[in-house]
């Protein structure tokens, strides 16, 4: 039988190893002039991973165990992690929209023209705002809850 403080350090390195993903992730973004589809594609092999690395080890092992441990620094530590993935949804319904009024402007495989992005649907500037919102608000919540994640995994199976 593996300990759980085996599994801990798993779930703990799995987390930790989803914020390089996730830098160079918004990395792209920022640095890219023009989001073209290629672009967005390079940026979600980062992401996704990022993703995955972070959800497995929540959903996999620290939901089934929340019931029996809750109290204190473990119940902050929750609701910061559920505030981001909150947060995250709420990126995800203006990501969704821009993709799809970008796609049918054609601004993906052509990238070079002039255009602005707000005179494309009047919800534009409203769904980049949930956009930056959800993805800023992801990124803050996330490492709120990683650095308590951490406080706990050093409390509990390092120092304790």
């Given at each position: 039988?593996?300990?759980?403080?085996?599994?801990?350090?798993?779930?703990?390195?799995?987390?930790?190893?989803?914020?390089?993903?996730?830098?160079?992730?918004?990395?792209?973004?920022?640095?890219?002039?023009?989001?073209?589809?290629?672009?967005?594609?390079?940026?979600?092999?980062?992401?996704?991973?990022g993703l995955v690395l972070t959800?497995?080890?929540?959903?996999?092992?620290?939901?089934?165990?929340l019931l029996d441990q809750l109290g204190g620094v473990i119940v902050l530590h929750a609701i910061l992690g559920l505030q981001a993935y909150a947060l995250l949804v709420?990126?995800?319904?203006?990501?969704?929209?821009?993709?799809h009024v970008k796609r049918a402007a054609d601004l993906y495989d052509d990238p070079g023209q002039d255009v602005d992005l707000d005179e494309l649907h009047p919800d534009m500037s409203a769904w980049r705002g949930r956009l930056r919102i959800?993805?800023?608000?992801?990124?803050?919540?996330?490492?709120l809850a990683w650095l308590l994640g951490v406080y706990q995994y050093l409390g509990r199976y390092v120092l304790g």
């Open positions: 039988m593996v300990s759980e403080s085996a599994i801990a350090t798993v779930a703990a390195l799995m987390v930790t190893a989803s914020l390089p993903f996730y830098l160079y992730g918004a990395w792209i973004m920022i640095d890219a002039d023009t989001v073209s589809w290629g672009v967005l594609i390079y940026h979600l092999k980062f992401i996704v991973p959800t497995v080890p929540v959903v996999g092992w620290m939901l089934p165990r709420l990126a995800l319904t203006g990501i969704v929209r821009i993709i959800g993805v800023f608000g992801y990124v803050i919540f996330w490492i």
